[in-house]
């Protein structure tokens, strides 16, 4: 059954006329008809009385009910498939590593979403190593997360560097110092992210480049948690410098001396799929932009 010629008997229906129709559908009146007759041989039935007044056949009263939501669907079928290949629709995974899930992610998504309406984007959270292996199963498109181990499979773009921060109680003894070195750390609580997370794997490295291999230390399996731990006085901790902006009541926040710690941040994706393609092409670009301002 062709679309087209169902448009065309339901435009003759609406106008009452066939000449109508066609001037309507900027066709020539017998296009119109041949188009009628054609539907009408492929249905083997008769639609139309023909006479000085259309009147439709109870087969065409049918068909004129039961097609109308069908040209509408494929009207919006033809129209999310256009959208589809133009990148302004379709489905995106994101994964993302805290703190830019939390912090910055947010209001990037919502100018995106209002501009693209018809793109549908899903978040899911992890760390990089799990985030890595989620792209290579092909269960995340693209990854807002630290530099990973890089193989051939995967593709990194380096978008800024995340700088941290000393977070500990206002009443902590180190709150009397300007800046915090590594060895100001010894003989304090520390608290940290798990064993897989990439920001204290890194810690550790630098403390070793230090000489430093014994820490009083208090797992945290969050990053965005530490704070409230260092709330309670639990300890301090190394943060992101996003995460205390506002400097949470209670606490202090001073600078590290040097560059203890920082962590390359950027775009993950497949190799094979760089550069992306359709909606997750326009995200990608979104995020490079906004995210890379940061640097």
Avoid: W
Wanted: charged share 25%.
């Amino acid at each position: 059954m062709d679309i087209k010629a169902l448009k065309t008997f339901q435009m003759i229906v609406n106008y009452g006329s066939f000449m109508r129709a066609a001037e309507a559908l900027n066709y020539a009146q017998s296009t119109v008809t041949m188009q009628i007759q054609k539907l009408e041989s492929d249905l083997g039935v008769q639609l139309i009385e023909r006479g000085k007044k259309i009147k439709l056949t109870e087969a065409g009263r049918m068909l004129y009910e039961q097609s109308l939501h069908i040209v509408k669907d494929m009207e919006q079928l033809q129209e999310n498939m256009e959208n589809l290949q133009r990148g302004t629709a379709g489905d995106i995974r994101i994964g993302v590593t805290e703190p830019t899930a939390s912090y910055r992610l947010p209001e990037i998504l919502k100018r995106f979403l209002t501009h693209y309406p018809h793109i549908r984007v899903s978040v899911e959270f992890g760390n990089t190593p799990t985030l890595s292996e989620r792209i290579l199963q092909g269960d995340v498109d693209i990854a807002l997360c630290s530099a990973p181990d890089l193989g051939s499979e995967l593709y990194f773009e380096p978008l800024f560097k995340e700088n941290f921060v000393v977070l500990m109680p206002e009443r902590h003894p180190l709150a009397e110092k300007e800046y915090i070195g590594p060895a100001d750390l010894q003989g304090h609580r520390l608290l940290i992210t798990s064993s897989i997370c990439p920001y204290r794997r890194k810690l550790e490295m630098v403390m070793r480049e230090y000489g430093i291999t014994t820490l009083d230390t208090m797992e945290i399996g969050s990053m965005t948690a530490l704070k409230s731990y260092v709330e309670c006085e639990l300890g301090i901790a190394l943060v992101p410098q996003i995460l205390v902006d506002p400097v949470p009541e209670g606490t202090a926040v001073r600078p590290l001396s040097g560059s203890l710690i920082d962590m390359t941040f950027g775009l993950l994706c497949k190799a094979t799929e760089a550069p992306l393609k359709l909606a997750s092409s326009r995200l990608y670009s979104v995020l490079k932009q906004e995210l890379g301002q940061l640097s």
